[in-house]
Each structure stands twice: as structure tokens, then as C-alpha cells.
């Protein structure tokens, strides 16, 4: 059985908790969080503890919080186990003050409220020691079929990237919802696109994949968009996001 305390009551926290009650030969002992109406969540389903009060002794400490309060946390946890933190962004040696430090980062966008089964979301693990590392994977494999050992630098570059296609894309969508809602559209008119970009990518590279004004070379069709859109913002986003793929697909003249 390994034992387990997350410290840390938000999205993450609350998603790996759920999977770990699942999960054979795991046992969420406490969780630790500042305020008592973060923890209802966790209520009458294991420990509840506050920061100024003693921990009990686990295995593994999963460190879930913000990622400038990684440091902060870690420094409050008196113990011989292997802590852990949970970003993509923070290197390992942020624990530093630690004999047995890790990372599990789990690739996926959790929210509040929306519980994800774990068990395709590839897990990256890392550990200052071969053992350490075993148990990591031990942990992840109880949770998800996915659990894949990456060194920091490597992480911190996967992050950049999971950035890009999530965060940003996110906020492509937004800007879209804006302009539906300007012009009285529905923007779930829009859905069947947006699922249909993300599904061909299981049988196209997303290169080949690409489609559009910028990726055509059609430039009156660039510049009559560019005449629509009254948001300065808007204009700006459209040129960057049009001269890279542009940049990306350059245009071979006609030789005749
Ligand atoms: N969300 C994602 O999609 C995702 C995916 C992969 C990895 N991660 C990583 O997982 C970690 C947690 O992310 P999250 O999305 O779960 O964040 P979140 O929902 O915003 O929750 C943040 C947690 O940090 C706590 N916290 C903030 N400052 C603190 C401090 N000074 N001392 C003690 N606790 C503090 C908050 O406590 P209060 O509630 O009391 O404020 C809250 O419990 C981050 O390192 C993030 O990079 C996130």
C-alpha cells in the first residue's frame, strides 16, 4: 500500500484525489489545504488537515498547489518521504530542501468540478533516485496507463508547447465567441469545426493539416477580414497569427 498526502485542495488536487480512491493499493491519508470552505470537497473521505498542524508520515507528499507557492509549501513539509509537486513549468530542484524529490505531472487541463478519468492522461514522472522513481511509477501506473519518466528540461519544453495547444487555442475560441456574440451568432455553430480540427489530427499531421486564407495565400480574403474586425486586438492577433502561416507556407510563384 503506498500512503499518500496532497497538499493542496484545487483542480489538480481534487482530480488526482478522486482517481486515487479508485486506485488499488493507494491510500489518500490527509489532505492539506488553507481554508475550510476549499476542503469541502474532501469532507468525511479522509483526513483534513491545515497547514499549522503536524502532518502524519506517508510515502509520498503531492505537492498541488499554485506554481509560486511550490517553494513555500515544500519548505512546511518536515519529513524522510518523497515529495512531489505537480507542475509542468517548475523544475525539480524547487524541492531542494528535500532528501526525495519528484515531479508527477499529469498532461491534461483540469477544472474544478469536472472530474477526468486519469487513465489515458499520460503522466511525466521524475525522481532524484532509481527507487524513488520505481515508486512514482508504481503510484502512476495505479492511476494511468501512460506514466512516462521526463527530466525537467524536457517537461518544461512539453509545457511550452501544451501551452500553445491548449491555452492558446482556449483563448482562440474566446475571441470567437466574441465576435459570434457581436454579430448575434451562435457560436455552437462553430463546434462541429472545432471538433472536426482536433479529430483529424488522429490521421494527419497537423502541418499537412493546415487550411485557411493564410495557408491558401488568399490575400483579398485576408484583407476584407482584417476591414471586419473592430477590435484593434483583434486586428493584431489575426495579422501575427496570418504572417506566420504565411511564413510557414510560402507560396510558390507561377513560373509561366
Ligand atoms: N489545472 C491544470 O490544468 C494543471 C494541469 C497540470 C498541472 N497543473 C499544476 O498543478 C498545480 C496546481 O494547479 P491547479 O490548477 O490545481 O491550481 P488551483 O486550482 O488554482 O489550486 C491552487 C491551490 O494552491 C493553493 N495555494 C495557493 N497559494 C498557496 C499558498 N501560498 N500556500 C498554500 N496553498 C496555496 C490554493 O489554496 P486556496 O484554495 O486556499 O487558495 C489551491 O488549493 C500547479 O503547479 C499547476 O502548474 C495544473
Known amino acids: 500500500m503506498i500512503s499518500i498526502t496532497i497538499l493542496g485542495t484545487g483542480n489538480v488536487a481534487q482530480n488526482l484525489f478522486e482517481a486515487f480512491l479508485l486506485a488499488d493499493g493507494v491510500e489518500v491519508l490527509q489532505v492539506v489545504g488553507r481554508a475550510a470552505d476549499r476542503m469541502e470537497f474532501f469532507k468525511h473521505r479522509t483526513t483534513l488537515v491545515t497547514y499549522e498542524e503536524k502532518l502524519d508520515p506517508t510515502d509520498i507528499y503531492i505537492i498541488a498547489v499554485t506554481d509560486d507557492a511550490i517553494r513555500e509549501v515544500s519548505d512546511k513539509i518536515v519529513t524522510s518521504g518523497l515529495v512531489v509537486h505537480t507542475s509542468g513549468a517548475v523544475g525539480i530542484s524547487m524541492l531542494e ?9 499529469p498532461i491534461q487541463t483540469f477544472t ?3 472530474i477526468l478519468d486519469f487513465f489515458k492522461i499520460p503522466l511525466c514522472i521524475e525522481a532524484t533516485n532509481e527507487n524513488d522513481l520505481k515508486l ?5 501506473s495505479s492511476i494511468s496507463s501512460n506514466v512516462v519518466p521526463i527530466a525537467s528540461d524536457k517537461r518544461r519544453a512539453l509545457h511550452v508547447s501544451a501551452v500553445f495547444v491548449n491555452n492558446f487555442t482556449n483563448y482562440m475560441y474566446t475571441i470567437g465567441a466574441e465576435l459570434c ?3 448575434q451568432l451562435d457560436f455552437s455553430l462553430l463546434k462541429p469545426l472545432i471538433n472536426e480540427t482536433v479529430e483529424k489530427l488522429d490521421f494527419l499531421d497537423s502541418f499537412v493539416a493546415q487550411t485557411g486564407p493564410a495557408r491558401r495565400g488568399d490575400l483579398q480574403t485576408l484583407h476584407t477580414h482584417l476591414s471586419q474586425l473592430k477590435s484593434k486586438k483583434h486586428r493584431e492577433i489575426y495579422t501575427l497569427l496570418s504572417n506566420s502561416i504565411k511564413a510557414t507556407y510560402p507560396i510558390k510563384k507561377d513560373k509561366s
Open 136 to 140: 512514482l511509477h508504481r503510484l502512476g
Open 112 to 114: 474544478k468540478g469536472r
Open 181 to 183: 456574440k457581436e454579430n
Open 97 to 105: 530542501t528535500h532528501e526525495r524529490q519528484g515531479v508527477f505531472y
